[in-house]
């Protein structure tokens, strides 16, 4: 027998739907989000399954607008007037600008390139909608009817993409499918020598040695480039870790990475040969293996371990330093639980009305900037234990070290010397904490007797990035100042060499993609002192700034 319902039944059922509607409608940048992250791409980024909490509490808020909305509107129509109802249509067709605009202003912000037809097409929209409330508020609900509609259309959105996350989430790869590879087994070493590779993320050699500015004491550095082979003009292979590491580590140039899966990136050259899978290419573990060389990785931002942790002898790694906004939001509300991250995702509709009131394209960012500034030190000190235990155990031959600082965004105040956090630390505070890591780092090896028997290579990624930090935590008007050219290619290169305390400055520039070249030609004891160091570099200098992206 069909289903029978009243006319009365079934306008309530309608108003419903369209309250069921605009309440999802509400949370549409959030719907936006989940869709990002189901991308294959983004499991790259994680160290396990995807977790749901996001879905769940978007789901849920969804639904907490649903009933405040259906709450609303009993109120109107169980005593109406014309007054109210002006009121609720125009609220009605306000709330319907909401989504359309944070959309616009998401695609903007976060996507890959503006779209100007998207955003008049959007804008016209929103400004029919706007007249809408201006005849709904003198009384003509015409505009409100026509909306209406549209919303009870948009009330299977809901439910095609439980639809489609349903089937995203089954045809994920399992747990076991993060788990990291197994390491080499330890070898007998065949050479004494020993290179400690210390790498940290957006150490720009202009700030912190051409010009000293920000102002700022690196008595630990200023001591080590005193007995060290010290090359001002080593250029950096790529702008973002992303790329640059795969250079470095395989000593090779790519133009471009893209994200395939959770232990797949796709790397492309810069001679125009066809692309290639980061684990699938010669490194300078499996290069320094082959010489009889146990070998030790300590790694941030990449998942090291999953994707190359079977090509060294031992392996840490802390992934997804800086990974996407959306990324971002699925971690810090999987940590909170779903309770706060109801309450988050509140918080962020809040946040996304300030930003519309701003009137420019630009978001609230100081919120994730504080979460981001506390995970990055968590992730620090995660860090600095692994690697300080690498460093002075002898049986690593090559270590590789790679540190989240001076990478913005600040960590540690230099002028208490402390890790209390504040949104007004900043680069010059995490160079001060390169100083002190390196410090502490060379009292622990000194004390365990490895540090003269040890080689110390001082590098980095890439130089600091305005384009990437203008306006966000942390970012200072002097900052604004030195980098009102644009970032500087240059990344540091120190070389401390085993049992030699002679300095050596060499000025001619090169790439820094020679970095793992130089290391192996360490261990098979091609070079032993600065000069050969020197020497070496003098047959590389065609690796110029021509290589720099």
Not at 285 to 297: C, D, Q
Not at 481 to 503: C, D, M, W
Request: glycine share 6%; aromatic share 10%.
């Amino acid at each position: 027998m069909a289903l029978s319902l009243s006319p009365a039944a079934k306008q309530q059922l309608k108003d419903f739907l369209i309250c069921f509607s605009l309440g999802n409608l509400c949370f549409l940048r959030r719907w936006y989000d989940l869709e990002h992250l189901k991308e294959r791409s983004m499991e790259y980024y994680r160290s396990g399954p995807a977790d749901p909490t996001l879905l769940y509490a978007t789901i849920l808020g969804g639904l907490i607008l649903t009933a405040a909305f259906w709450l609303a509107w009993q109120w109107v129509v169980r005593n109406p007037t014309p007054g109210k109802l002006r009121i609720a249509h125009t609220g009605f067709l306000l709330m319907l600008i909401f989504p359309l605009e944070s959309v616009r202003r998401y695609w903007n912000t976060e996507g890959e390139r503006y779209d100007l037809g998207t955003n008049i097409a959007l804008l016209a929209i929103e400004a029919t909608l706007f007249v809408g409330m201006i005849l709904a508020a003198r009384g003509n609900a015409r505009m409100v009817n026509a909306a209406k509609r549209a919303a009870l259309l948009l009330t299977l959105l809901l439910p095609a993409l439980l639809i489609d996350f349903t089937w995203a989430r089954l045809s994920a790869p399992p747990p076991s499918a993060f788990v990291p590879r197994p390491p080499l087994a330890m070898i007998q070493p065949k050479t004494p020598r020993r290179v400690l590779w210390l790498l940290f993320d957006e150490f720009d050699q202009r700030l912190a040695f051409d010009v000293r500015r920000p102002v700022v004491a690196l008595p630990e550095l200023d001591r080590l480039r005193a007995e060290s082979l010290v090359a001002d003009h080593a250029t950096q292979t790529a702008s973002w870790t992303m790329m640059a590491l795969p250079s470095l580590i395989d000593g090779r140039i790519y133009s471009r990475v893209e994200l395939v899966n959770l232990n797949t990136l796709r790397l492309f050259p810069e001679d125009g040969t066809k692309p290639v899978s980061w684990r699938d290419e010669p490194n300078v573990f499996g290069r320094a293996h082959e010489l009889g060389v146990n070998t030790a990785l300590v790694g941030w931002h990449h998942p090291y371990c999953r994707v190359i942790g079977d090509m060294v002898t031992q392996c840490t790694e802390v992934p997804n330093g800086h990974p996407t906004a959306a990324l971002l939001r699925e971690i810090s509300v999987a940590d909170e639980g779903i309770g706060k991250a109801i309450l988050f995702l509140f918080e962020l509709q809040f946040s996304n009305v300030v930003d519309m009131l701003r009137l420019r394209d630009e978001s609230n960012t100081a919120s994730r900037d504080q979460y981001v500034q506390r995970r990055q030190q968590k992730q620090y000190f995660e860090i600095r234990k692994q690697a300080f235990d690498a460093a002075v155990d002898p049986k690593f031959g090559l270590v590789f070290e790679h540190f989240p600082i001076p990478h913005l965004y600040g960590i540690y105040s230099r002028e208490r010397g402390d890790f209390a956090l504040n949104d007004k630390l900043s680069y010059a505070d995490n160079l001060a904490l390169v100083d002190r890591t390196l410090g502490e780092l060379r009292r622990d090896m000194e004390q365990k007797g490895v540090w003269d028997s040890t080689t110390v290579l001082v590098s980095s990624d890439h130089g600091l990035r305005p384009d990437v930090w203008k306006g966000r935590q942390g970012w200072t008007e002097e900052l604004q100042e030195l980098t009102a050219s644009g970032q500087s290619p240059q990344v540091p290169f120190i070389v401390k060499f085993a049992g030699n305390h002679q300095p050596v400055n060499y000025d001619r520039p090169f790439s820094a993609v020679v970095t793992a070249d130089f290391a192996l030609a360490i261990l098979s004891g091609k070079i032993s002192n600065p000069a050969e160091g020197a020497s070496w570099l003098d047959g590389r200098t065609e690796l110029t700034a021509k290589s720099v992206r």
